[in-house]
């Protein structure tokens, strides 16, 4: 028994580590890093020192050949690269057999050093990432390490310091350095707390509110208080590691970029989606009861009755098979927003839903007088389910928007969104007040006062909802619904599309048409590009610095921010006037013609569409990958300002560009 506790234990550690790293294999590879300041250049200098007998192929490699060490920096509009990088070290070349190639390599350790050019006197740490193959007989591996060059300041940033401290006392900074990380941060710690309140919702549900006074008299029926609390404990524990099991096997298909782009905007993917929770509406609402095969539930409550821990165990499985029939939706959509960010978002998603399922449970089981308190079940506990009927049925249309995307259908507008989203509502509403009924419905004698509140706020819902159809730009949703399209009825469309009197009209003129204009509308009602060499001659030939939004049809983050910052007038209107605008689309599925595929050096795949191309650009020259991601770049390419990510401050969104267009004046 104590080896099968120790197995299970071990099992749980190992996945509640997954939530914190990413998974590892033997790496022969390891990196030091050092800064020397020659003059006006700096040199980055990235020493590997390879374990024998392994070798590490060069960064100069033909094509049609292994991975080549390569480095990608971020921040750089702090400096400027110069060059290539070069690499120094005891140079082994030698033809292989099965690339048919003469490549470089390195034993033991290789010197690679990257040339820089400042542009700020202060000082700053530069992240880099080393991706490279090293190789023995027989053997290969794919290697990835973070570098951090820490770059002292000047002998004049130490001067302006000292200015600024003697200032202060009269004046205040405008704005501080800006942390792209902020927002990921701080929208990993939402998506905590919304997976932690989705776990304590699903308790509510008809398959899992009745099994909390079983859970408990479970427990309650050991041999002492002591070991009752300890198996209380133990399937508390044991819930969160199914879950979290669960969320680490998605996390393992974060298969790249390209991988989670197709993933989550391909028409297959979202047809699924849509069509599995138009199923469990259907379900919630009494079209057909809905139950996993008591084949499966029945194997693993058998199992419970062995006793112990491993019975416990057993339990907590059944528990979580059991509740899958309400709570998949849930899960479901979690993990579908969790895969389309970090691989630990899965893990951290799964962590927190289960977190918040298994907390009551337990805590029931370790005080059990608490049960006293707790509702019967009963009538409320359908209308609970038909509740989430009407939530998940709200909830679909999101897929059935991303098959609209995928396809260009244009079927789905925002005004259709709305308008089923407003009906959803009121129907809500309805059955809150009782003026709507299904057929598993009991008798409603009289209004509680929680149901009254539910429904005054689904029907304040509903008419927040309303200026939405007339082109409100209804900021707290915009991530959720299609972005306003110059087709849709807008009684403020001075204020949100086209010219307006503090815009030059001249400004407003490109160099020629824009490719693209008649499959792709410019995000927020700028006017500008969707193809970056197009926008680069434009810049060339006005002199103007580019403004690169990398964005996607199906992106929440950059439907908001269209909305919430860049079609502010204040904003718009100052890039429209200082920029040529160029919008790159990552999700974008529309097929270039043949001559202009090309191979990419980052991944050896072909890119055929608009979007495979915009995000190879994004990861090969811009070093980011995400959306939505802001660049300021000058005419001749060099990043200006950026990376900047979703950012709602409007302040700090408008110092992002005043500082680009300040070093593109230089």
């Keep these: 028994m104590r080896r099968i506790i120790f197995l299970v234990l071990t099992s749980l550690l190992f996945v509640f580590s997954q939530t914190l790293y990413a998974f590892e294999q033997q790496n022969p590879v390891r990196w030091t890093t050092s800064v020397v300041e020659r003059d006006s250049v700096i040199e980055l200098v990235a020493v590997a020192k390879i374990d024998s007998p392994y070798h590490l192929y060069s960064s100069v490699l033909p094509k049609g050949g292994p991975t080549p060490t390569s480095f990608t920096y971020s921040d750089t509009a702090r400096f400027h690269l110069l060059g290539t990088v070069e690499e120094f070290g005891n140079v082994h070349e030698e033809f292989d057999e099965v690339f048919q190639l003469n490549l470089k390599m390195y034993a033991d350790s290789v010197r690679f050093v990257q040339q820089i050019k400042r542009t700020s006197p202060m000082a700053f740490t530069i992240a880099a990432t080393a991706e490279y193959q090293t190789c023995k007989e027989g053997e290969c591996l794919y290697g990835e390490a973070e570098l951090t060059f820490d770059v002292p300041g000047t002998t004049a ?42 776990g304590l919702v699903g308790l509510l549900t008809p398959c899992v509110f009745p099994m909390i006074p079983m859970t408990v008299t479970f427990f309650l029926g050991k041999k002492n208080r002591r070991n009752a609390l300890m198996n209380a404990i133990f399937f508390g524990l044991s819930i969160i590691g199914i879950y979290t099991l669960l969320g680490f096997l998605v996390s393992l298909t974060s298969m790249g970029a390209d991988f989670i782009t197709d993933l989550t905007t391909h028409w297959i993917t979202n047809t699924i989606f849509f069509l599995l929770f138009a199923f469990f509406a259907a379900a919630f609402f009494g079209l057909f009861e809905l139950r996993l095969p008591s084949s499966i539930s029945s194997k693993t409550d058998s199992q419970v009755d ?85 939530i998940v049925l709200a909830f679909s249309l999101k897929f059935l928007q991303g098959i609209d995307v995928a396809l260009g259908l244009g079927w789905l507008s925002r005004p259709i969104f709305l308008s089923v989203w407003i009906v959803l509502a009121l129907m809500l509403g309805l059955y809150l007040l009782g003026y709507l009924r299904f057929k598993m419905d009991s008798p409603l004698p009289y209004l509680g006062f929680w149901r009254m509140l539910l429904a005054v706020a689904v029907f304040s819902f509903a008419i927040y909802l309303v200026p939405g159809l007339f082109g409100a730009p209804l900021y707290s949703l915009s991530g959720f619904m299609p972005a306003q399209s110059e087709e849709d009825f807008n009684l403020s469309r001075p204020l949100v599309y086209g010219t307006t009197s503090t815009t030059p009209t001249t400004t407003l003129s490109l160099c020629e048409e824009p490719k693209y204009a008649d499959i792709i509308e410019m995000p927020a009602g700028l006017v500008g590009y969707r193809d970056y060499k197009q926008a680069l001659a434009c810049a060339k030939e006005k002199g103007m610095p580019l403004f690169i939004e990398f964005t996607g049809h199906s992106c929440a983050n950059c439907k908001e921010m269209a909305s919430r910052v860049i079609s502010r007038p204040e904003i718009r209107d100052f890039i429209q006037a200082n920029f040529i605008p160029v919008a790159l689309y990552v999700d974008d599925k529309y097929e270039l013609p ?27 020259k811009f070093g980011v990958n995400g959306q939505p991601y802001f660049f300021v770049v000058s005419p001749d390419g060099e990043i200006l300002a950026g990376p900047m990510a979703r950012e709602l401050d409007m302040a700090k969104f408008k110092a992002f560009l005043e500082e680009g267009l300040m070093k593109s004046k230089k």
């Design 306 to 390: 062995k006793g112990g821990f491993l019975g416990t165990f057993f339990f907590a499985l059944t528990t979580v098979i059991v509740s899958l029939s309400c709570v998949g939706p849930i899960v479901g959509t979690l993990l579908v927003e969790a895969a389309s960010g970090a691989a630990v978002k899965p893990v951290l998603g799964m962590f927190a839903f289960s977190l918040g399922f298994s907390l009551p449970f337990t805590l029931f089981a370790i005080f059990p007088s608490w049960l006293n308190k707790l509702p019967k079940s009963g009538g409320w506990m359908n209308s609970v389910k038909i509740v989430l009927g009407f």
């Design 594 to 620: 043949e001559n202009e595929w090309y191979v990419s050096t980052n991944d050896g795949k072909e890119k055929k569409t608009i979007g495979k191309q915009n995000l190879d650009l994004q990861l090969t």
């Design 157 to 198: 940033a130490a001067a302006d310091i000292q200015k600024a401290t003697v200032q202060n006392d009269n004046t205040q900074v405008a704005s501080a350095p800006q942390n792209v990380n902020n927002g990921n941060e701080e929208s990993l710690w939402i998506f905590f707390l919304l997976c932690f309140v989705a």
